[in-house]
């Protein structure tokens, strides 16, 4: 079973940009294996999608956060990143890492989740 | 854009069975995968493909599809299954799609 674990602040200030790492069994994200991405849900509402990442930097985004989202690989090799910006209140959720088997659709994988509050 | 209903809660003694739906235009065409989350862990994929079980999930989880819904079905319910459930799908303009989920309660 793979473990995933995110990282970052869980405060945010409105307006700022919000960070978040997620890290992964080292030599695991090198394999191509899987697209790695983030997943967010909201207080009382259902997991809304953010985006995948594959090995190479190829990177997919919902089309709604698109504008505001960055998600790359790195820091270091065992770690991917995700970037928001222009943080609002609406950002406020619970953020997940999780692994989705290339070809497959599917999220076998997540972490446990990092809450993080958009507030001043 | 997709969307995917599913009832806000589903009450079930245990030792019965347990359906959770999850609605959506043209579902029948869709794979869809199911995920139970319990409280601060991560959540887990107990159903891929619309039927399959990924390796360690009982076989009392299993899947269905029907019109424009998809089932979970969970028999011989244990207290250890109360927990959220969500469905998802891929969609080729949406990408991934979630439901709202469905709080399961173990009475």
């Known amino acids: 079973q793979l473990q995933l674990q995110e990282s970052g602040p869980g405060l945010v200030k409105p307006s700022e940009t919000l960070s978040l790492t997620c890290t992964v069994p080292?030599?695991?994200?090198?394999?191509?294996?899987?697209?790695w991405g983030w997943i967010r849900q909201s207080p009382g509402k259902g997991p809304e999608w953010i985006g995948n990442v594959y090995y190479s930097g190829v990177t997919y985004y919902n089309p709604s956060l698109e504008s505001r989202v960055t998600i790359s690989m790195g820091p270091s090799s065992s770690q991917f990143s995700l970037s928001v910006n222009s943080v609002t209140a609406a950002d406020t959720a619970v953020y997940y890492c999780?692994?989705?088997?290339?070809?497959?659709?599917?999220?076998?994988?997540w972490g446990q989740g990092t809450p993080v509050t958009v507030s001043s | 854009s997709y969307v995917l209903t599913q009832p806000p809660s589903v009450s079930v003694a245990p030792g019965q069975t347990a359906r959770i739906t999850c609605g959506g235009n043209?579902?029948?065409?869709?794979?869809v995968h199911w995920y139970q989350h319990k409280a601060g862990q991560a959540p887990i994929l107990v159903l891929y493909g619309d039927y399959g079980r990924p390796s360690g999930i009982p076989a009392r989880f299993s899947g269905s599809k029907s019109g424009n819904a998809a089932t979970l079905t969970i028999s011989r319910v244990e207290a250890g299954d109360e927990a959220d459930y969500f469905c998802?799908?891929?969609?080729?303009?949406?990408?991934?799609?979630f439901g709202s989920g469905t709080k399961v309660t173990v009475l």
């Open positions: 998802h799908v891929w969609d080729s303009s949406d990408d991934h799609v």
């Open positions: 999780a692994g989705c088997v290339v070809g497959s659709n599917r999220f076998d994988y």
């Open positions: 043209n579902i029948g065409s869709k794979s």
């Open positions: 080292s030599g695991t994200l090198s394999g191509g294996n899987y697209y």
